[in-house]
């Protein structure tokens, strides 16, 4: 290069070193940490920097069009950072230090400066409220016709279910009425389908719910949707209107099929005769019994069309798990403190839904013993109630026996490994958690709850005892007990357990309505840079609508590094980020249909015929696919490296992935020399154990990819500072010796 355009690179990287240093400083005089005259050197040297770029400017005509290159390549907050340097330049004198201590925090402020969806939603904030954010934020969450075909999946199983556990009641606690009771609700669904539907479509127009007012799915405030809302905000809440529909839909079915089971029973039980003798005036025949349920019917409802029978009225609020939460109870703690912290609702959007959803698991166990409610009911002096309590308990331990044949048969998979090589190689084969696998298809259930838990259960339960011994299978169990009693119960032992581990554990936390409390959980507990940077870009995509992913349904893996990354994985006009892949260097397949992204309750994977990837997965050993990050230390950074409108990290794959690699891997797997191993694998993980089939075929992998790196350096693939990939592998190897010495680095980037 000419030395104008070194000057250019050398002015361009001084000064952004230099601004970031300042910043960094800036942020330890903010905490305290350092002093002003510390803080008003480090300004000093800014602004002496830019003042040698405006003497180099002023002295040649060539040296002002570098100068120009230099700001005019800037982002806006380091050319907003020259204007302020260059009113710095005429601070009034006698003002001092006052003065440039302003400045530093006109720069600050620049370097602050909120781009893309973040001075979006900072002006939302700034203009409407917390409120009107987490609106936005639930809305996009629930805008996938996905989530609402779950949502309507689960009512459904609901209400099929109830009706089925108080027959068996009625069979174990010998009560005949409960049984009528029972049926009668169960043909109630049938009889009573078309009025739930068209109540359901007038409270979608009126925005409100109209059997149980003010009680939503959602915890929104009150007068939550706003009747006289413009087009573009019915179209922003339709999603929670649409699941407030629905809601409404099987509240209504439920609570109708339970006042015409419950009124059927108490008619027979009290000798109500069902011959039809009588007659209306358009001649259809009716007995005493239908007169006696069509009185109790009336009597169900006011004249709003509000359900004022209460028993039918919590049934209904329970299989729609709606029911409010009780007073002094820490799940209505959580609720007021969410409620009247709005901003806490970014990391838990929903709080009685999955408390209900917890109590649904826990009363169908021995466990709902410990909630007062159940005990209640268990107990209750009304025969009916009580075949019905029993009949929860019948029905869950007829579930977990059902979950544990199918678990020990590895016809269920329980949760994803946490080792992020592990569990891709596991998806990679078509594998998916919390499913049924029947043949060479797993069926997700991971989010038909209630039910779908007591699956989920047995089946991280089977996986975690299939590697412990007999007395850690025991101690396991009963840390299992003690946790299901600390999360279940929202009565009076919430504390027991509550640090304890087990399968519930691994359940709990895979679940989508706590996902933003788990991820921040995670994050905040995590030592590594990268997931605090994950959890951050993860957040801002979250404001994305739900819809638009689903409908794109991207068929690769996607690596987002930044947020222009998130915002490609989830809006199908913004271009592709870069694909994921694995060990061999190949892009890694969703193997999902677009049916399944956008709208099937129940996901369909099939397995893949990969003899490769079966057995990384059988060898349990997490092979690490090629980094953005090489070199020592990671200081080079491939996607910084580019050629033809490709950066190195992709190219690096290609080659990898189009070499005899996976040939040779598939024929290593199936000689005898690989089968006469003694071991899968290595006893550390440091792969050091020579005799295992794991590091054969590391060595394999790590062969490859050195050719690869080989092939790659020749092909001259350079950063925006002319840098080539090879000079930078070159540079920081000599850096590893320069810095011994306290020498300049050379760049590697």
Known sequence: TDKGDSITIALRMAFNGVLKNHINKDLLHQAGKLSDDEILKSFDLLQSLYRLDRQIG??????????????????????????????????????????TLKMIEKVRAANKEKNGIMAVLDAVRSKLGINAINKFYINALLSNPKTHAINMTSNAIMALIRPMEQYMGGVLSMNKNARIEA??????????????????????????SILDRNNFKVDLQRNAFNRKAGIATKVVESPTRFLSAEDEFFKQLNYRAKVYGMAVAEGIRTG?????????????????????VEQRFDEAFAPNKEGINKVALEYAQENTFTKALGKGTPGKFVQDAVNGVPFLRQFMPFVRTPVNIMRAVQDRTPLGFARKQFRDEYFSPDANIRAAARGKIAMGSSLFLMSGILAYNNMLTGGIPKDRNLRRQKFDTGW????????????????????????????????????????????LAEANMLYVMSKMDIDDYTTLGAGSLGALAKNVTSKTYLKSLTDILYAASSNDPREHKKYALNKMGSFVPNILKGAMNDPLYRDARNLTDTLKTRVPFLGDATPSFNALGETRSRNQSWWD??????????????????????????????????????NIDLTKFTKDGKNAYVRWNEILGSSNMRKELEQLIGSKFYDGLLKDKPIDETLNYKSSKATQIKKVINR?????????????????????????????????????FGGTLLPTE
């Open 272 to 292: 109500k005769s069902n011959k039809k003798i009588f007659k209306t005036a358009d001649g259809r025949k009716y007995s005493e019994l239908d007169a006696f």
């Open 432 to 475: 998916r958690p919390y499913s049924l696998k029947l043949g060479d298809k797993y069926y997700s259930y991971e989010r038909l709850d209630p039910f779908g838990m007591f699956l989920g259960l047995a089946a991280d339960f089977h996986e975690i005892a299939l590697e412990v011994s007999e007395d850690e299978r025991n101690q």
């Open 183 to 208: 049926i009668s609700t169960a043909a109630g669904i049938i009889k009573y389908y078309q009025d739930s539907f068209i109540m359901a479509r007038e409270a979608f127009k009126k925005s409100d």
């Open 597 to 634: 992204s956008f709208i099937n309750p129940v996901t369909v994977s099939e397995e893949k015929s990969d003899v490769v990837m079966s057995e990384f997965d059988r060898l349990g050993v997490g092979f690490e696919p090629l980094g953005t990050k090489q070199g020592y230390n990671g």
């Open 58 to 99: 002023k002295n040649t005509g060539r040296m002002l069009a570098v100068r120009k290159e230099l700001i005019e390549g800037s982002k806006r907050s380091k050319r907003k950072t020259m204007d302020i340097l260059e009113q710095a330049e005429i601070i009034p004198k006698g003002e001092g230090d006052k003065a």
């Open 704 to 740: 490859y990819k050195r050719m690869a790196r080989m092939q790659l350096l020749r092909e001259g693939f350079i950063t925006e500072n002319n840098l080539s990939l090879s000079d930078a592998y070159m540079n920081d190897k000599r850096n590893q010796s320069i810095a011994k």
